[in-house]
């Protein structure tokens, strides 16, 4: 083995909560090291061009931009100006059921019964005056919303909304994260994009790193996580080298650091079998579509269609593929021209689905989800040049975490309290992203891990962290 340089901190993973705790702490004075196994950093929140188009990998808008802990990070490293948010306003968000597109509330109340829209609100209103949600973290949004309403058509929205957020169902999800990712959406208004691709994201918290004298290794990956009387000592990767540090973070999710990164025998069968038990939020499929001209002046549009929300996961877990296609469809190019060559559009369908069975049924999967698309963007057809898939085994590779969306789960065992500490039990380990710590939808709950995770280790060496993150 070769050692190399000694660091204060090595990161495992350059995803957004690693770059994000990087720049955290580089800034702060902590010699810095990220070690990324693919040629760029991003993860999921990726983006890479082909034919002039700037293509995100997934299906991407973010709840609250520079208000949120994306935001929030800019801020504590002070590089706040240094990416560019563009709003979901003038249009907002829109829905799609039925063959028509609407508004949310104020159109809502033509679909259902008088009495039933009018619990709903009063639902939405009363979430909106919880001061402390933790109560609501064993619950799931079911539970709660059948308190106010039994409407098919309510149940099915809100089950909607709880799959955009938290990527599992209404029935499984806990209400007090729902509750704390509706209310703080709510608050801000702030759901938008960046300027450049989502990938701008982690590259800008990647030029913190830099700019405050951290390094960036890519194309490398961590072969193991060396440990020394019970404590970290470094990190050796697969090319026999052996970088030193007492801190090490991973972003490569707890179930690949325990089993893999470190090995089963550091850690007592109680430990073990806690992690072995989490479960992963859902996968999801995406199709890129590459068009001639534009076909909407829409930003963000969601399409969903009316069945029970256990019968149609069931039948999805099933191997079955539904003929009309749940769709969470952002329109980039409306958001940033600069992603297309001129007068081009691109747009984005995503729908969760689970690893099992999909590779079998993907053509019969991108067939129903073109069509739904076709009824929803008469002419869309006519006007596409090409169009990319990427499926949950592309996720896979590129960022593992069993090729889920986010991470470990945001259901009503695994949510506030119930989640995994960033601390793990090892002196000088710790954990970032969707795995570990933190609240919030997607990359925010990425962000907010490392913004814990960073107090964490500043207060550990008795140097407080900027107190307004």
Known sequence: MLTVMDYNVIIIGGGVGGTAIGAILASKGFKTLIIEKNDNIGGRCSTYEKKGFKIDVGAHVFSRTSNGPLGKILNMIEMQDSLKWV???????????????????????????????????????DVMRIKDTRELDNISVKSLLSKYTDNPLVHTFINIITMLYLVVPYYHASAGEFVRCFTSLSIDRSIGYPIGGCISIPHTYTNGIKKFG??????????????????????????????????VISNAGIKETINNLIGRSSFDKKYLDYVDNLKYAYSAFTLKLALKRPVTSLKILTSFYLKNPEEKVNSLLGGNVPEEVDLFIPIPSNFDPSLTPKGN???????????????????????????????????????????????????????GKESSVIGISQTTNQSGLNRPNVALPIEGLYMVGGDAGGWGIGTELAAKSAIECSKLIYNKIKKPLNSSS
């Open 87 to 125: 709003l979901a306003q003038k249009p907002g968000p829109r829905w799609h059921y039925q063959g028509k597109i609407w508004k949310f509330p104020a159109q809502f109340k033509e679909l259902i019964p008088n009495s039933d829209f009018t619990n709903l609100i009063k639902l939405l209103r």
């Open 214 to 247: 951290g390094d960036v290794k890519y194309g490398l990956s961590a072969e193991n996580i060396i440990i020394k009387n019970e404590r970290i000592e470094g990190v050796e990767l697969e090319n026999g080298e052996v970088v030193k540090s007492k801190i």
């Open 345 to 399: 559009q691109l747009l984005i369908a995503g729908t969760a689905v689970p690893c099992k069975n999909f590779e079998k049924n993907k053509k019969k999967w991108v067939q129903n989800s073109m069509k739904c698309l076709e009824n929803i963007f008469p002419g869309l057809s006519e006007n596409l040049l090409w169009y990319d898939v990427s499926s949950p085994d592309d996720i896979g590779r590129l960022a």
